[in-house]
């Protein structure tokens, strides 16, 4: 029973979240092409965003590289490269737990703003509200492997055993014995994280899949008075500083 339980949870369950994950962006993409947008509420509330928002963005920047370097990159590589496991440690706890801070910090403000500002809740859908406490759940349970677990039994080597197992789900070799002989609060951490996965293709989320990279080298949009005689105005409400702006895209 437990090996058919093992199967289930650390090979069927992955699998399917991977299915639902890129058939559900795929379904999304060519249903509602005009709704895949991160529905900004910054004219609804900007201070408290722009905390919350540039906290979550960045520290969720350091957990993406943290979560390369520890589930795809082996630890034989790791150590080709001079990285004795010690270092990986510290590197994983004081990197891991500033840039996981920083984000659920943020992600906390983000929360208290949805909910405690009436005219930014009452723009809010249910799947704001999911998306918002998975998010919490998910990343706390993170916070409690790396921080809580390392000062309760000292630093536990997830490359073997849960690094071991990503690596063979995506190279579709799995094996979940290597995820069941993780520490429970690991396991609850990384199913949470694959539901996160499976929901995120019908949330505000896939915003994240469209960094505009094309801002850098784009023209300035100028917007036109539809009233003759005022002046237009840029995005950011003034008129256009120069006369390269001018020459924008209508
Ligand atoms: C199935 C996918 C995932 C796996 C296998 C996984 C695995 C892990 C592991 C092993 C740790 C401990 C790292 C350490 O102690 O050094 C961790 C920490 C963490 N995870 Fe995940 N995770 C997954 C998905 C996610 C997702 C989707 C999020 C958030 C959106 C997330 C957020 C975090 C955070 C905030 C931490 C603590 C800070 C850090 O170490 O980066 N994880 N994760």
Known sequence: MTVVLD????????????TVFVGGLVWRYSSDPYGWTSKSSEILEKRWLAW???LFHYGLVG?????????????TVDAQLGLSTGT????????GGASGGMALAGLVILTIRRV?????RVSSTPSDFLTLGLLLGVMGLGMADTVGYTVMFGPYDYRDTIGAWFRGLVTFSPNASLMAS?????????????????LLPFTRLVHMFSVPFHYLNRKFIVFRSRHPGRAPTTPGGGEPASAEMWSGEP
């Open 7 to 18: 199967l289930f949870f650390w090979v069927g369950f992955p699998y399917i979240a991977l």
């Open 52 to 54: 919350g928002n540039v």
């Open 63 to 75: 957990v993406v590289v943290g979560h390369v370097m520890g589930l795809l990159i082996p630890p």
């Open 88 to 95: 990986y440690h510290a590197v994983a706890l004081y990197g």
């Open 116 to 120: 405690g500002i009436k005219r930014v």
């Open 182 to 198: 993780a520490p429970l609060w690991f396991q609850v951490h990384v199913l949470a994280g694959l539901a996160f996965f499976m």
